[in-house]
């Protein structure tokens, strides 16, 4: 008999290799190369009588019972999940540790079972001790729910097999997980694979919905395999700097629901809260006008939430090539937006080194930023605090003209809602909103001469 292939797998991008080497030859990344069990046999034979059965195809129109969905109780993550939980769903959170899984994670299962549900949480990293005084913690002692320390996941199926499945499991987390049907110790690859496999087996074919915590990497990605964002049907992160009160739930996946809403918390010494209203949040506190800081009216989803945007800019004597650091932001957006400035507007960065950060530890996205980047970045290099009044929205192209971007009365009516007065927007979005002057600018030009020009 042949002697089984080796095979390594990147524990950063999934790859797989037939032979080690020291830099995965997919993603670049060094030393994340580990050896996978090997494949099992299969026969090439596809007939019937090698065990095969026929598959069922049906029409795309065929009736399908509408999708149930189940709240968590907590209104902002379900909408982050686009309405709620859907049985037989298996999602997988991820986030950098501390950051608040496990709490949000044990406020969500102790309202549903509060609500009658039957909830199941098992927790591979903490004693039923330390889950028990978060709990106590967070006021939520009483509720009926199921709590276990365990990390075998023959233990976890067999014993939840014995009784109605659970309308909702949580495992915390992943890579505690150990599945004795493959070597390995719990952690790797093969192992997080396989167990994140029976689990999901056993949620779709029992209908419960499934919880999978991960842990992040540094650089964002969900420790080791990728593989588990194939496999699960959604994919939230939970966000935020841990300096800062404020967490965000984003879906990045979801095969049940739009992947564009958040959900925003504050950690509180009682748990999380629901953010209900994030403009005021992120708008930092605005008394006095400063110089280099501009307001966003960001969409996330169809949700409008009002950032801050905070532009530093240092004047460099030596000939040192000048810094540029982003917090927040995308920060080949705001090298573009330098080029743009420094081509179209005549100003000159190239001196100096340029800090841009986000208030709240808040990440923007939307490419409707540029406009209010614009305006902070000119404001600070002029050293002229811009109306307190204003907000400021639309996408700037390498032309220097300012494009139309989505959904602009949305962006200024909430700017209305939290007493602004004023809105810079792109030539079309010029809607009436009560209480609003709404002043358009085309082009990158204009915007930085009324700058210029203000005082
Ligand atoms: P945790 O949910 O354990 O994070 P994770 O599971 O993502 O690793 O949250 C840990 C942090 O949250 C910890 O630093 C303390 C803080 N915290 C609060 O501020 N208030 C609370 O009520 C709780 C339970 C935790
Ligand atoms: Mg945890």
């Not at 379900?78 to 406020?107: F, N, Y």
């Not at 110790?185 to 029992?206: D, H, N, Y």
Request: glycine share 10%.
């Amino acid at each position: 008999m042949a002697k089984p292939k080796k095979r390594y797998v990147c524990t950063e991008c999934g790859s797989l290799s037939h032979r080690w080497q020291g830099q995965c030859p997919d993603c670049s990344q060094w030393n994340s190369l580990v050896e996978e069990a090997p494949d099992t046999k299969f026969t090439a034979k596809h007939d019937l009588s090698s065990g095969g059965r026929a598959i069922v195809f049906e029409a795309l129109d065929e009736p399908t019972k509408p999708l149930t969905r189940q709240s968590t109780g907590i209104a902002e993550f379900d909408r982050a999940l686009g309405g709620g939980l859907v049985p037989g769903g298996a999602i997988l959170m991820g986030g950098e540790p501390g950051i608040g899984k496990s709490t949000l994670l044990l406020q969500a299962a102790a309202k549903i079972a509060q609500k009658g549900g039957s909830v199941v949480y098992v927790s591979g990293e903490e004693a039923t001790g330390q889950v028990r005084m978060r709990a106590a913690r967070l006021g939520l002692s009483q509720a009926p729910l199921k709590l276990a320390a365990a990390t075998s996941v023959r233990d976890i199926l067999t014993t939840l097999g014995q009784d109605e499945p659970p309308e909702l499991l949580v495992v915390d987390s992943i890579q505690t997980m150990h599945s004795d049907m493959i070597e390995g110790a719990p952690g790797t690859v093969s192992q997080v694979r396989a167990s994140a496999f029976e689990l999901i087996r056993f949620a779709k074919e029992r209908g419960t919905a499934l919880v999978l915590v991960g842990h992040v990497t540094k650089d964002g990605n969900i420790a080791g395999p990728r593989v588990l964002e194939h496999m699960v049907d959604t994919v939230m992160s939970f966000e935020g700097e841990r300096s800062h009160q404020y967490r965000i739930l984003r879906c990045l996946k979801n095969r049940f629901g739009a992947v564009d809403e958040i959900g925003v918390f504050a950690m509180e010494g009682h748990g999380l809260d629901e953010v209900g209203n994030p403009s005021s949040l992120f708008l930092s506190g605005r008394d006095e006008p400063i110089a280099g800081a501009a307001v966003f009216p960001a969409l996330e989803g169809t949700r409008p939430v009002l950032v801050e945007i905070q532009a530093l800019i240092v004047r460099l004597q030596s000939g040192a090539t000048p810094r540029r650091a982003v917090v927040g932001w995308d920060s080949g957006r705001l090298a573009m937006l330098l080029a743009v400035l420094e081509s179209r507007c005549g100003l000159s960065f190239s001196t100096a080194e340029v800090y841009l950060n986000v208030a709240g530890g808040y990440r923007l996205t939307d490419p409707a930023a540029d406009v209010a980047v614009a305006a902070a970045l000119v404001s600070a290099l002029a050293d002229k605090p811009l109306p307190a009044d204003a907000v400021w929205f639309g996408e700037l192209a390498l032309s220097g003209e300012v494009r139309p971007v989505a959904h602009g009365s949305v962006r200024q009516k909430e700017a209305a809602k939290l007493g602004f007065k004023t809105a810079f927007g792109p030539g079309d979005g010029g809607q009436n909103v009560a209480g609003l002057r709404y002043t358009d600018v085309r082009a990158a030009a204009s915007l930085v001469d009324r700058i210029m020009a203000s005082a």
